[in-house]
DNA sequence: AACTCGGGGCG
DNA sequence: CGCCCAGAGTT
């Protein structure tokens, strides 16, 4: 269990709500008590800013006024009112929920959580959020800004971005509800995230709960929320082959599972440690295809990043000095002007790109 | 646990 | 322009 300084956190609580009931922005949701109309809204507010959304919202209430209205849309008028706003499963899911409403809970929002986290796309900020705001429950909506706001008062050093640590975060926050309030206690939290402990250069100076702050105090504020620096992508040296017969190339599938799996490429592969790139090209071609090549000149050299790789491919044209390859249903000679027919990997995709030449 | 989905703001 | 933002579902 996390260790917060109790004291500190009531009195924060206190002080965030009062903040919130003098400073709230008006925003049209805040207008309404329709748990539908606020669940919409905290749906399009995943990942989207507050000014980005209010058109979507509006337009999208009165196209679909209620759960009902929205279940017996037509899927393509829903994406239509969602176009732009991206992250389109959230809309999909936002029809298929209000559908089971419809089925299960003859049309109207359900008020626990349980039953709201069994919709698709509700997950536990939105399952939150809906009830503490549409239903007064005093429940913990823990979105990025009470990240933020939680991890600086509190100097709390867990990374976000583990699954395990939304549950420390939700207690601290269920701890500092004002009893009743939660309804205005959750939004003046990511009030406050959004308009003053932002990520950058957050404005301390106009901070309401500034004094029970434990970043501000020690000047680390910046240094919150802790998470996990996605690690660069791992570079690769990849090798790739030209090999020709009269205008034809020699192409193949890539295994069913894995990387890129069933698209096709030009043979070759990574380059191991201790080896050259010549050496890695003439292994690979060794070991796949039974031939043995000789790498004549570079073609060409592709740089592609993947979420998790980086390769910088060589390719090279290649004679094959001792061997026939085994063509079959994954291994093919295909002429110049055929291979768009072929679906590539964007890495292999910029090397045909670049055979113009040889038609 | 790692990856995917998108558009927008910021430096 | 690249980097950051960070909910929910999928695998």
Redesign the pocket.
């Known amino acids: 269990m996390i260790e917060f300084d109790r004291k500190a956190a009531r009195t924060a609580g206190l002080g965030l709500l009062a903040w919130y009931e003098a400073n709230k922005r008006d925003l049209p949701w805040r207008r309404l008590r329709d748990p539908y109309a606020i669940w919409v809204s905290e749906t399009m507010l995943?990942?989207?800013?507050v000014?980005?959304v209010i058109p979507y919202w509006e337009r999208w209430l009165t196209l679909f006024p209620t759960v009902e209205a929205l279940a017996q849309a037509l899927e393509s008028d829903v994406l239509k009112a969602w176009e732009?706003?991206?992250?389109?499963?959230?809309a999909r899911?936002l029809q298929k929920a209000a559908q089971a409403v419809c089925e299960r809970h003859a049309g109207v929002v359900p008020d626990t959580l349980d039953e709201m986290r069994a919709?698709?796309?509700?997950?536990?900020?939105?399952?939150g959020a809906v009830l503490s705001i549409a239903y007064d429950r005093d429940v913990p909506a823990v979105?990025?800004?009470?990240?933020?706001v939680l991890s600086r008062l509190f100097l709390i050093e867990e990374d976000i971005m583990?699954?395990?640590s939304r549950k420390t975060f939700e207690s601290i926050a269920a701890y500092m509800i004002p009893e009743g309030r939660a309804a205005s206690f959750n939004q003046g939290l990511m009030e406050l995230?959004a308009t003053v402990c932002i990520?950058?250069?957050p404005r301390c100076h106009n901070c309401p709960v500034q004094e029970t702050c434990m970043a501000f105090a020690e000047g680390v504020q910046e240094e919150f929320?802790v998470?996990e620096?996605?690690k660069p992508p791992r570079p690769v040296d990849m090798t790739a082959a030209l090999l020709r017969d009269g205008d034809q190339l020699l192409i193949r599938r890539r295994p069913d599972t894995g990387l890129l799996a069933g698209l096709w490429e030009f043979p070759g592969g990574e380059r191991a440690e201790g080896e050259t790139l010549e050496q890695a090209l003439v292994r690979h071609l060794q070991e796949a295809h039974g031939i043995t090549v000789q790498p004549e000149s570079l073609f060409a050299t592709v740089e592609h990043t993947?979420?998790?790789l980086h390769w910088t491919m060589r390719v090279y044209d290649c004679a094959i000095v001792e061997g026939t390859v085994r063509v079959s249903e994954d291994v093919r000679w295909v002429p110049v002007d055929k291979l768009e027919d072929y679906a590539f990997p964007v890495a292999h995709g910029k090397i045909v790109k670049q055979l113009g030449g040889l038609l």
Do not use: I, M
């Not at 732009?84 to 959230?90: A, D, I, Q």
């Open positions: 995943q990942q989207t800013r000014e980005t732009g706003l991206g992250y389109y499963s959230r899911n919709l698709p796309g509700v997950g536990p900020y939105t399952a979105d990025g800004n009470v990240f933020r583990k699954p395990k995230g990520p950058k250069n929320p998470k620096k996605k993947f979420s998790h």
